[in-house]
């Protein structure tokens, strides 16, 4: 069975400085993983996504995941985080047949002026 | 292009009574699946369907129905309403059944009263 834990259900940081939201998983064969972003009263948009090649994946807005076998995880980071950055961010693993994602709880970031 | 777009946007229902939900894929798209999203939550897998056919299900009971037409859109049916049935349920279609590229709708909010 696969599962994925996200560290932090909130976590607040000011315009400007790093954004790290951090998710781990548990997977019985090679993962694929995913970072989605849920405006509010919104469904889910990809951010990123890790399925083979380069451990280090860049996606839209800026935002960026390394995928790290020895330490089960797939933090999400974005260099200077922006206003419009505020959401709730949901980390994935796919599974084997390719036909469905397991998320975790969600982190939902919050950015001070 | 369109999206994935569901229909109702939101809907209230008694516990008991029987709802359907409605999902349309992006043109191209063969693969829809169904996902609940209880408030406070990540989402949850229900169903995938291919070409009209089941191939994959979730830990939910069999009040949990769906089907999909040839023209590939969706619908979701939920029997006998529960309370905990209350939650935004997202569609997400992809090209293909075993493509982990999903890209989802924005949802519907079912309120259980």
């Known amino acids: 069975a696969q599962s994925v834990t996200q560290l932090g259900s909130h976590v607040s940081v000011s315009e400007g400085a790093l954004v790290l939201l951090r998710c781990n998983y548990s997977?019985?064969?090679?993962?694929?993983l995913f970072w989605y972003v849920q405006y509010p009263n919104q469904g889910l948009q990809l951010l990123l996504k890790y399925t083979t090649g380069a451990t280090l994946v860049k996606g839209i807005n800026g935002f960026e995941a390394e995928f790290k076998k020895s330490e089960t995880s797939f933090h999400l980071t974005k260099p200077s985080a922006h206003m419009s950055d505020a959401a709730e961010y949901f980390c994935a693993v796919g599974n084997n047949a390719g036909n469905m994602l397991t998320f975790g709880g969600g982190t939902r970031l919050m950015v001070k002026p | 292009d369109a999206g994935v777009t569901q229909s109702p946007t939101h809907l209230i229902k008694t516990r008991g009574q029987q709802v359907t939900l409605r999902c349309s894929p992006i043109?191209?798209?063969?693969?829809v699946s169904w996902y609940q999203q209880v408030l406070g939550q990540g989402p949850q897998f229900i169903f995938q369907y291919y070409e009209k056919e089941e191939r994959g299900r979730g830990n939910f009971p069999d009040r949990f129905s769906a089907r999909q037409f040839p023209n590939y859109s969706s619908e979701l049916n939920v029997n006998a309403l529960l309370l905990g049935d209350s939650a935004l349920y997202l569609c997400?279609?992809?090209?293909?059944?075993?493509?982990?590229?999903?890209?989802f709708g924005p949802g519907t909010r079912l309120t259980v009263t």
């Open positions: 043109s191209g798209h063969k693969s």
């Open positions: 997400a279609s992809s090209v293909r059944d075993s493509n982990y590229e999903q890209y």
């Open positions: 997977s019985s064969v090679p993962p694929y």
